[in-house]
């Protein structure tokens, strides 16, 4: 259903019980209220624009993995022992992602990268355009968090994925965290 313009109502015109179902019932049923359907996510819901005069109702998701650590030595983009972590949720066109975690490295010179791969209505793989890069001291964990808009995703269930990538030796990830706002 679609909200519907009302008409310009004059006086003396008599409203005829499909005009008040098309104009105030269904009218109303297009409302945030109305849409209202459920209390997931993080604190809840909240509503987006997906065309004109029409709304969806879209919830924060999140997934963590915790404070256990998996290494890489690969210069590509793939899984650790752990896969993600993961979240499957209804995008629109756009969706904000958060994520990140804890990192080090076995080697002063050595580096370490956090991305994020898309699958279901969307197919993007990890890319070093939006990664999170890390280069610091020898077998200090340091915390970190990035954010990226994907702005060009097809709409319907997609699931976003943490990859992960080292460079010049091991490198080390901890505490994963993923955060996805569909809009």
Do not use: C
């Amino acid at each position: 259903m679609a909200w519907t313009a009302p008409v310009t109502w004059i006086d003396g015109s008599v409203l005829t019980s499909a005009q008040l179902n098309t104009f105030l019932r269904d009218n109303l049923l297009e409302t945030a209220p109305a849409k209202a359907s459920h209390n997931g996510g993080l604190g809840g819901g909240y509503f987006t624009t997906v065309g004109k005069n029409l709304i969806a109702e879209r919830s924060i998701n999140s997934s963590t993995l915790g404070a256990f650590t998996q290494s890489t030595s690969s210069n590509d983009w793939g899984d650790l022992a752990t896969k993600g972590p993961g979240v499957t949720t209804i995008t629109g066109k756009k969706a904000l992602v958060f994520f990140g975690g804890a990192i080090s490295h076995n080697s002063n010179d050595g580096g370490a990268a956090i991305s994020v791969e898309v699958n279901g209505a969307t197919e993007i793989s990890a890319s070093d355009d939006w990664a999170l890069y890390w280069n610091r001291t020898l077998d200090s964990f340091t915390e970190w968090m990035r954010y990226y808009l994907f702005h060009d995703l097809t709409p319907g269930e997609n699931t976003f994925v943490l990859k992960y990538k080292a460079s010049g030796g091991v490198a080390n990830f901890s505490t994963r965290k993923l955060v996805v706002l569909p809009l």
